[in-house]
């Protein structure tokens, strides 16, 4: 079958009907699905569904029912208007032909459809005959992009991400990516490729999106810049602060895509509700008026420029920069005149998302995410007007924005209004959760009971466990899926885990991962309960997937690093925190872990960044014995873990000395340290007279007690030899009144030590050497200095 763009239905207005080639293609472009016209193209399905070999035109023919039975599924759970459900319900219900049970068929490792899908019957047949087109016509890239759609619509109407779909997809991304380049349309290209970074990103697979986007905005020419320009963001700002801004810039390629009035020009897009707010201003005001203006950019790079912020927002971890930085991008989508619906709908509901945590604006967020479902039901928009460059625009089924929904009225406090969404949408789960925060619980094993009755699930028996702490309620569940539910076995663990039975816990969370290997949360809590039973080799296992899964979460970087500590694995244990810090750049516990891993594995550059960085993150912070490993062995040349020679570390070792000699001066050992690293003998002298000003002064009666006498004699001794050293041995720059001085403050130091540990009656056997030596060095030091007088 040759590639042909009206096929894929992106329904844009720049195609006109009478370019589609037959009477079909036009009916499916035209949006007019009907049941009786799907009983007559379905009856025809089953008659050759039996059949191995197909011909071109059978082919051609049941591409097109795939399509709109898809369409259709997607309407009725996805885009909306939802006015055509009821015929097509009844249509099924009435078709024998439709022998099947699509909510059991439709499973995956256990995962069942949430309770809200409608007609899964048509997504179901969707698939047997997309299925069914892949083994006659293998090369069809028509046919293999529709059963990546399929695929990734089939996994929104799952409640958990599950690994077989995820394998069905990977493969269809890894056979359609070599093939883009075919696509002679450069439109088309950039939306198969945003197609296939979409999927992957639906499976948190973040770096296999990235590359797709990158190869995608290089074969586009398409570069996006965030950069600073001054603006103010409030009504009274008087100063014009740096505030980021989008810039894109289009070559060549870019250029000829087409315009958005022409492919989404006869839509009225929804806009983002005002503000309303006395201080803040509805969007930053640039203090260039050229950079208030924003670019116009054509559909198919609007979608783009979501894909990438979903990207970004997946990849970086969760704080306040990372929402500045994602404020340009979501913008720039909010302020285009013409482009996609699902674009801006999908735009709009992120921003609630962003906007949901801040003071000042979730107010607006709750009423956007609320306007956003009404517009769902509502006949305002066309049918084709709904599914214009929806694949590329993260479709969620209604649903899931009813959540979305529900989470901003709780924040609100409007928690009685969330449960009855919740209850209404069957959101068995969060309904378990208002209850407990309205103190109802007693309500939500009610309501479970009540729900079972009409019809048991797996996951109301495991919420009735959950509800009541009876465990009997998870076997039941176990027994009821036929031992195929992964997330039972994750609720039997879950009870066990919270109660610390982790050894009880674990063998449930291996069953579950091993049906569905895609879940985040449980091989999390696999991890830390391996930790809390010392099953090194278990947590490390647990928390390397899980990082796979979640790349962003610090802790589970943290606790890997433990792990392999633990397994006596620590080089790899140094590049696991390396990748922790990414994530939170700000933990000293993280820095602290990183620098005492770099110590240890002789990566000496990272452990003085770590130390500089936890400086700066605590105010008095010192650590006497990494900072003795580390300056000695630069001081005395040791290799790093490269095999290289620190001497290129020379310089940041003294700067990080320098400011610990500024921030404990009073610590002795702080400035023998700073001593080793001197490149002269004068300024090695120079620091150890101040270090033995600094143990006298901290250490009181010193010369009382043995050992701390002992250390006085010793820095003494060095001082002095560095002192003498110094009178022949300096720098162009210290002059001759400089080691002059120096001798003089190691006379000094020698006679003051000296003269306290004669005044103690009692003598220390294990000292006399040592005093013996520090007097010798007294005369000659005290000698040099006459000769210097004299001259």
């Known amino acids: 079958m040759c590639f042909n763009i009206f096929y894929l239905c992106n329904f844009n207005d720049k195609i006109r009907e009478k370019e589609l080639e037959n009477e079909s293609l036009k009916r499916l472009w035209r949006c007019e699905w009907s049941p009786l016209y799907l009983e007559e193209s379905l009856q025809q399905w089953w008659e050759s569904s039996h059949r191995s070999a197909l011909t071109q035109e059978e082919i051609d023919r049941l591409l097109l ?18 006015d055509q459900l009821e015929e097509f319900k009844e249509f099924v219900k009435n078709a024998n032909f439709l022998d099947i049970n699509a909510v059991t068929e439709l499973k995956e490792n256990g995962e069942e459809l949430n309770p809200n899908v409608n007609i899964p019957e048509l997504l179901f047949t969707a698939r047997r005959i997309l299925q069914k087109l892949l083994e006659n016509s293998k090369d069809s890239m028509i046919i293999h992009w529709w059963n990546l759609r399929c695929l990734c619509i089939h996994q929104h109407i799952l409640d958990g991400l599950t690994s077989n779909l995820y394998k069905m997809v990977k493969d269809e991304a890894e056979w359609l990516l070599p093939r883009a380049h075919e696509i002679k349309n450069k439109e088309y290209e950039v939306l198969l490729l945003l197609e296939i970074a979409n999927a992957y990103l639906q499976f948190h697979r973040c770096q296999k999106s990235e590359e797709v986007l ?58 983002l509700l005002l503000l309303e707010d006395d201080t803040r201003l509805e969007r930053i005001k640039f203090i260039d008026p050229q950079h208030n203006d924003i670019v116009t950019l054509p559909s198919i790079l609007q979608a783009l420029l979501l894909t990438k912020v979903h990207q970004l927002k997946r990849s970086t971890p969760k704080d306040r920069l990372t929402d500045e930085e994602l404020e340009p991008y979501i913008q720039t989508l909010l302020y285009q005149e013409f482009g996609p619906l699902q674009v801006r709908q999908s735009t709009l509901l992120l921003n609630c998302l962003q906007e949901s945590n801040q003071r000042r604006t979730v107010e607006r967020s709750w009423k956007q995410c609320e306007k ?65 925060i309205l103190e109802l619980r007693h309500k939500a094993a009610e309501v479970i009971h009540r729900e079972l009755q009409k019809k048991p699930t797996v996951l109301l028996y495991c919420l009735l466990g959950d509800a009541t702490d009876d465990p009997r309620c998870y076997k039941r569940a176990w027994d009821f899926s036929h031992q195929t539910s992964g997330k039972a076995q994750a609720h039997w663990g879950n009870y066990h885990f919270g109660r610390k039975e982790y050894e009880d816990a674990i063998p449930h969370y291996k069953q579950s991962v091993k049906i569905n290997s895609l879940q985040g949360k449980i091989w999390l809590r696999m991890g830390y309960a391996a930790i809390m039973l010392e ?118 070792a003294i700067d990080l000395m320098g400011h610990q000699c500024v921030r404990h001066g009073s610590e002795a050992k702080i400035w023998e340290l700073a001593a080793l690293l001197s490149q002269t003998p004068l300024k090695r002298a120079e620091k150890l007279v101040k270090g033995f000003r600094a143990f006298t002064t901290k250490e009181l009666l010193w010369s009382s007690k043995q050992p701390y006498a002992l250390k006085a004699l010793q820095i003494c001794k060095e001082l002095s030899l560095y002192s003498l050293k110094a009178t022949g041995d300096h720098a162009s720059d210290e002059s001759e009144v400089m080691i002059t001085s120096q001798l003089n403050s190691a006379r000094l130091a020698a006679q003051a030590c000296l003269r306290a540990i004669e005044k103690e009656t009692v003598e220390f056997p294990e000292n006399l050497q040592e005093l013996k030596e520090v007097r010798m060095l007294l005369e000659k030091v005290t000698e040099h200095i006459k000769q210097r007088a004299s001259k």
């Open 65 to 82: 029912q795939a399509i709109e039975l898809l369409l259709i599924f997607t309407q009725n759970n996805f885009t909306g208007p939802f």
């Open 214 to 271: 990158q190869n995608l905005c290089e074969r586009s020419e398409v570069n996006l810049k965030v950069v600073g320009f001054l603006g103010t963001r409030t009504k009274f700002q008087q100063k014009p602060l740096p505030q980021l801004c989008l810039q894109v810039e289009q070559n060549n390629c870019a250029n000829s895509l087409p315009l958005p009035a022409d492919t989404n020009g006869d839509v009225e897009l929804p806009k």
């Open 372 to 436: 956003s479902v009404k517009l769902l039901s509502e006949n305002i928009y066309s049918i084709k007007e709904r599914f214009s460059y929806a694949f590329a625009s993260f479709l969620q089924p209604i649903w899931h924005i009813q959540l979305q929904l529900c989470e901003l009225l709780i924040s609100l406090g409007m928690v009685k209004t969330a449960l009855d969404i919740y209850l209404k949408i069957q959101a068995w789960e969060q309904v378990v959760t208002c209850y407990t």
């Open 535 to 652: 099953k090194w080799e278990l947590a490390v296992h647990a928390y390397i997937t899980y990082t796979h899964l979640e790349p962003m979460g610090f802790e589970s970087w943290n606790n890997l690093a433990k792990a392999l500590i633990k397994l006596g694995d620590k080089q790899r244990a140094h590049k696991v925190l390396n990748e922790s810090l990414k994530c939170n750049f700000n933990s000293w516990k993280v820095w602290e872990n990183f620098m005492l891993v770099s110590v240890d594995t002789g990566n000496f550059e990272d452990a003085i960044n770590a130390y500089n960085r936890l400086s700066e993150l605590k105010a008095h912070f010192l650590d006497l014995e990494v900072l003795c490993v580390l300056i000695t062995a630069i001081a005395e040349g040791k290799p790093d873990a490269k095999g290289q020679a620190p001497e290129r570390l020379l310089k940041k």
